[in-house]
């Protein structure tokens, strides 16, 4: 079985496959201090829940746009799995056509993902959405390329700001405000920061297909996809796993070679 490993800025995630059927699928706090033993100890246990342990899995992918937690995650794989983890940015590795954009390598490694992802997944060219710590507008191509994006601050990240720049503003969470105008400080905050990225969201899709000149389908992924779904009718599909299948498919990709 494969372990597929996105490492994130605020989590990692860690799923489970069997050819291309996800068994599971667990997430964790990125933290740079957590050693290869400690995940080991922490994935034993899940694995457990669902009957399996470390010795099912023979083969593992990892994308991660933190440098500091890959040392312990190859560690794992190379300690508790005994296998050695394709990495997503390595060169030699197989994605596809090329991103056309001017610094390839500066291409995050989940962008690469939902790329290969989106593109086995839907017809023509992709918006793909992703809200994360940022949220990327990634472009892929019909040919299936990485063809630009456009990155803004992620909603969680826009509110968390708010509170550590203003004295008197509190910490809120993210929620759908019923109305748009606040009658109190946490809904002003609230209505702000969802009813704002409704509108940078649809506009920033409206303008991005409006440059490219071509049909494309939006389909949104990560784990604010969902809040915000009903109020952007421009958002054509949800895919919660699209990172993670990429990972899967490049590593089937790749483990023919």
């Given amino acids: 079985m494969l372990l597929a490993i996105d490492a994130g800025n605020t989590n990692i995630v ?42 099912d899995l023979n083969a593992a992918i990892i994308a991660t746009v933190v440098p500091a937690v890959l040392f312990d995650l190859r560690d794992l794989c190379r300690k508790y799995l005994k296998t050695e983890p394709l990495l997503v940015g390595d060169p030699s590795l197989d994605l596809g056509p090329k991103p056309q954009v001017d610094r390839p390598e500066t291409v995050g490694a989940d962008r690469l993902c939902n790329t290969v992802a989106a593109h086995e997944r839907y017809k023509g060219a992709v918006i793909v959405v992703d809200f994360g710590t940022a949220t990327n507008f990634d472009i892929v ?32 969470a993210i929620h759908r405000a019923q109305k748009v105008i606040g009658r109190d400080t946490i809904s002003s905050m609230q209505s702000g920061v969802y009813w704002g990225y409704v509108g940078l969201i649809t506009g920033l899709i409206n303008g991005i297909k409006k440059e ?23 958002i054509d599909h949800i895919d919660p796993d699209l990172t993670m299948r990429g990972l899967m498919l490049i590593h089937a990709r790749n483990a023919k070679h």
């Fill in 14 to 55: 860690f799923a489970l496959y069997e050819g291309e059927t996800m068994r599971a699928q667990w997430r964790a706090v990125t933290q740079s201090s957590r050693t290869a033993d400690e995940y080991a100890v922490w994935l034993s246990q899940l694995l457990a829940l669902e009957g399996l342990s470390l010795a």
């Fill in 141 to 172: 191509s019909e040919e299936g390329a990485f063809d630009g994006s456009v990155i803004a601050p992620g909603a969680n990240l826009s509110i968390e700001a708010l509170h550590q720049a203003a004295a008197l503003l509190p910490r809120v």
């Fill in 212 to 234: 490219y000149g071509r049909p494309m389908t939006v389909v949104a992924t990560g784990g604010l996809a969902h809040l915000f779904r009903p109020d952007i009718p421009a």
